[in-house]
């Protein structure tokens, strides 16, 4: 059974740093591509950050690139995003991603929140 949790979220003043991580099981991690998408209240949820499984090429939303990195662990089956320069805007709700095919598999989601 596949299994995405992530953690880490929370509430952080603006300019802070938080890491999410999100822990896997269920499949073979370090043969797929791991993704983190957020969705803010009234938003679509939009990709912000890809890491591909072999060479770990990373890739990211124009709107977080420069402060936000995304990692990987193959050896504990996890996923990180660790958040630099908090904005207001990123408030939202985080969620990993991967993909078999045309299938999607998600985590429950980690709140931030950033007050100004």
């Known amino acids: 059974q596949v299994q995405l949790v992530e953690s880490g979220g929370g509430l952080v003043q603006s300019g802070g740093s938080l890491t999410l991580s999100c822990a896997t099981s269920?499949?073979?991690?370090?043969?797929?591509?791991m993704n983190w998408y957020r969705q803010a209240p009234g938003k679509e949820r939009e990709w912000i950050a890809s890491i591909s499984s072999v060479f770990r090429r990373t890739t990211y939303a124009d709107s977080v690139k420069g402060r936000f990195t995304i990692s990987r662990d193959n050896a504990k089956n996890t996923v990180y995003l660790q958040m630099n320069n908090l904005k207001p805007e990123d408030t939202a709700v985080y969620f990993c991603?991967?993909?078999?095919?045309?299938?999607?598999?998600w985590g429950q989601g980690t709140q931030v929140t950033v007050s100004s």
């Open positions: 269920g499949f073979t991690f370090s043969t797929y591509a």
């Open positions: 991603n991967f993909h078999i095919g045309a299938i999607n598999y």
